[in-house]
């Protein structure tokens, strides 16, 4: 299946109902309060980069950048065609290109080979790190918060008779991790939903810091033992962003 395929099975994925109050029925809920989709053009739009504001091409910069671990790493680049930094005074926004060969802009006046090699002799731009730091901006992407209320919700029920025990499949831009619930209880995350790749000039992937929010889908399913009849469990939800920042709910789920 091709990357289109995927992106119109989301759209009519996500154009099922998610009203939970139906128990009847099984659709998509969506747990990020006030989650916008914003792809990587929309994120350009929002920064408003202005011409005046992008870096010559042949500079190093180097700046930290969160992982997905709770801490920060490194990135340094060459500015060029493919990998282009732009700065306003308090924060910056860097767009790559993939190694793809498709991606290289061919012109006569423009040796590649020679700009880079011009570009080892001039000075590293430290950006967010170091005593000539140039700003304190970490590019961290705003990442919505979670609707507790209706997570809740949508997990206070579930029917003992099925293997894939929630009717209900749920979307958020968090990972979700059931402590203290019943064994072989999980939740298991649809492997081909992922927020669709965007090209960059024929083949090469985007690499963007900030980068876009990640989404993904989980259904609940039961990998154990024989779910019990008319009992209620307590149970701790634990979810972590992108960042690798975690929080957790206290949850009450019935069996029926």
């Given amino acids: ?21 139906d128990e009847d029925s099984s659709g998509i809920v969506d747990v990020d309060q006030n989650y916008i989709e914003k792809n990587w053009v929309d994120l350009i739009i929002d920064f408003n980069p202005r011409s ?23 990135f340094t680049v060459t500015t060029s ?46 950006l967010n790190y170091g005593k000539s730091k140039l700003m304190d901006y970490i590019p961290y992407q705003e990442i919505p918060p979670i609707n507790t209320s209706l997570l809740k919700k949508t997990l206070s029920v579930i029917d003992s008779k099925r ?25 298991e995350e649809y492997y081909f939903f992922v927020e669709y790749t965007v090209d960059y000039c024929a083949g090469g992937d985007i690499i963007m810091y900030p980068e876009s929010v990640k989404r993904k889908m ?22 972590t962003d992108q960042y690798g920042r975690s929080d957790s709910l206290e949850m009450k789920t019935l069996f029926k």
């Fill in 1 to 21: 299946m091709n990357k289109l395929l995927f992106f119109a099975l989301f759209i009519f994925l996500t154009s099922c109902t998610t009203n939970v109050s």
């Fill in 52 to 74: 005046s504001d992008e870096l010559s091409y042949g500079r190093i910069v180097s700046f930290l950048k969160p992982n997905s671990k709770g801490s920060l790493d490194t």
């Fill in 81 to 126: 065609v493919n990998d282009k930094l732009f700065m306003k005074e308090d924060k910056f926004i860097f767009i790559g290109g993939g190694t793809n060969e498709a991606c290289l802009i061919k012109t006569e006046n423009l040796d590649l080979a020679e700009h880079d090699m011009a570009s080892e002799n001039r000075d590293t731009i430290f």
């Fill in 163 to 187: 293997n894939f025990v929630l009717s209900d499949t749920i979307i958020s831009s968090y990972t979700f991790e059931a402590k203290n619930f019943l064994d072989g209880i999980k939740f």
């Fill in 218 to 239: 989980y259904y609940l399913i039961n990998t154990g033992r024989d779910l019990p009849r008319d009992t209620t469990i307590n149970w701790t939800l634990v979810y």
